[in-house]
């Protein structure tokens, strides 16, 4: 089936420790993005990649690291200097459609991360 | 700078009942995307609608129907005869034409639906 995949779906951390979140896509689409998620409150965008080996900072991307080697991955490091990282996180891609423009966003199930 | 605005954070209704989630959005682009999401208790969002721009006919699909009025610049999501698993949070978001990879989202709506 295609899709996305995100793995593992709970994940917990200590203090001051580096995490890497996985994200896959089969779905061969040319963008990728991850978000985060806090209760109450809406997405906010990390980092996103329109290509390979290319990416772009998102509105919080301070504490977050990400790497884009191979289409169908885009793993995300949450560094120990990412001060408040419990939250919701969600890997997304897109198609880019014919006339240049990126489509609606497909997401993965998610990744809740808890530092204790 | 793009903003999305859903007001209402929370709605309660009685199953049958209908409902409109509100989306109000801000851009300073000519050319930009809107689109609602549904994220249900499992957590993955999923895609519902998208509407460009453009084309500000209204849709209806089933149960489900938007109004996009540019004048007001608001994407109103209706759900006529509202069913217990309609029970989510609704995401509208926004992305500009010039950046169409970088979506907004707004805080999101939960809407409770009891039988």
């Known amino acids: 089936d295609g899709g996305i995949t995100q793995s593992p779906k709970y994940l917990f951390r200590k203090e001051g420790q580096n995490v890497t979140l996985s994200c896959e896509q089969n779905l061969n689409h040319d963008a990728m993005y991850w978000y985060r998620q806090d209760p109450g409150q809406g997405l906010r965008l990390i980092y996103y990649s329109q290509i390979v080996n290319d990416f772009q900072k998102g509105d919080i991307a301070e504490g977050y690291s990400v790497s884009r080697e191979k289409k169908e991955s885009f793993p995300l490091t949450v560094t120990s200097a990412q001060k408040n990282p419990t939250a919701f996180y969600l890997c997304?891609?897109?198609?880019?459609?014919?006339?240049?423009?990126?489509?609606?966003?497909?997401f993965g199930p998610g990744t809740r991360l808890t530092v204790l | 700078a793009q903003k999305v605005t859903q007001a209402q954070t929370e709605i309660s209704v009685v199953e049958k009942e209908d409902v409109t989630l509100d989306c109000v959005y801000e851009?300073?682009?000519?050319?930009?995307?809107l689109f609602w999401y549904k994220q249900p208790p499992s957590g993955e969002l999923v895609f519902l609608i998208r509407?460009?721009?453009?084309?500000?006919q209204n849709e209806i699909s089933g149960r489900y129907s938007w109004n996009f009025q540019k004048s007001t610049s608001s994407f109103n999501f209706t759900i006529t005869a509202s069913q217990v698993v309609d029970s989510a949070v609704y995401f509208c978001?926004?992305?500009?034409?010039?950046?169409?990879?970088?979506?907004?989202f707004g805080d999101g709506t939960t809407l409770t639906v009891k039988p």
């Open positions: 509407r460009n721009s453009f084309d500000e």
């Open positions: 997304a891609s897109s198609y880019l459609g014919t006339s240049g423009n990126y489509n609606e966003q497909f």
């Open positions: 978001a926004l992305s500009e034409g010039t950046n169409a990879g970088k979506s907004t």
């Open positions: 851009t300073r682009d000519t050319t930009y995307y």
